[in-house]
Antibody, heavy 119, light 107 residues
Framework: EVQLVETGGGLVQPGRSLKLSCVAS????????MYWIRQAPGKGLEWVSS????????YYPDSVKGRFTISRDNAENTVYLQMNSLRSEDTATYYC????????????WGQGVMVTVSS | DIQMTQSPASLSASLGETVTIECLAS??????LAWYQQKPGKSPQLLIY???SLNDGVPSRFSGSGSGTQYSLKINSLQSEDVSIYFC?????????FGGGTKLELK
């Protein structure tokens, strides 16, 4: 059974940093692209970052580029999201997701972790 | 960025009814479209990919269609467990973008 478990969320002041982790199980982690997607309270979904199988290629939308960094440790079956210079508009539930077959479809999602940016 | 516009924003239907949700892309996305279902308080789940391919384990009452800029999700014989928010997503061009969602409720 595929499982994705995110940790690391919480309340953080604007301008500070936070690092999210997502531990994967139930599939060959090193064979799949992984993603972070967020959902502001009561709002829609926003793709936040992507990482390829070996971690050598990463992608971000303009809204987080230069502030967020995705990385992975295939030995630990874990994907990370380092979030710096946090803003109030980064407040959201952050989901870790697995790619279906390398196409950019998200076939498994974690339960999500809440990040609140507020003073 | 490719804008994805869903309609309606909310929908009320009766058990057993057939419902259709639309998704309009701001440019041709060549069927690179997925539909997700998000039940209350839960994470999204992939229903449909490549516009019309049913994901494993998804009931056959769900179907997707469309091409170019216009796509739709059809739910036949609505069940109580289908009460959810439905999102479309394009993966034709980065940044991948989602529609605003359609909230489906029971009448």
């Amino acid at each position: 059974e595929v499982q994705l478990v995110e940790t690391g969320g919480g309340l953080v002041q604007p301008g500070r940093s936070l690092k999210l982790s997502c531990v994967a199980s139930g599939f060959t982690f090193s064979s799949y692209w992984m993603y972070w997607i967020r959902q502001a309270p009561g709002k829609g979904l926003e793709w936040v970052s992507s990482i390829n199988t070996d971690g050598g290629s990463t992608y971000y939308p303009d809204s987080v580029k230069g502030r967020f960094t995705i990385s992975r440790d295939n030995a630990e079956n874990t994907v990370y999201l380092q979030m710096n210079s946090l803003r109030s508009e980064d407040t959201a539930t952050y989901y870790c997701a697995k790619d279906r077959e390398g196409e950019g479809y998200f076939d498994y999602w974690g339960q999500g972790v809440m990040v609140t940016v507020s003073s | 960025d490719i804008q994805m516009t869903q309609s309606p924003a909310s929908l009320s239907a009766s058990l057993g009814e057939t419902v259709t949700i639309e998704c309009l892309a701001s440019e041709d996305i060549y069927s690179n479209l997925a539909w997700y279902q998000q039940k209350p308080g839960k994470s999204p789940q992939l229903l449909i990919y490549y516009a019309n391919s049913l994901n494993d384990g998804v009931p056959s009452r769900f179907s997707g269609s469309g091409s170019g800029t216009q796509y739709s999700l059809k739910i036949n014989s609505l069940q109580s467990e289908d009460v959810s928010i439905y999102f479309c997503q394009q993966n034709y061009d980065s940044p991948w973008t989602f529609g605003g969602g359609t909230k489906l409720e029971l009448k």
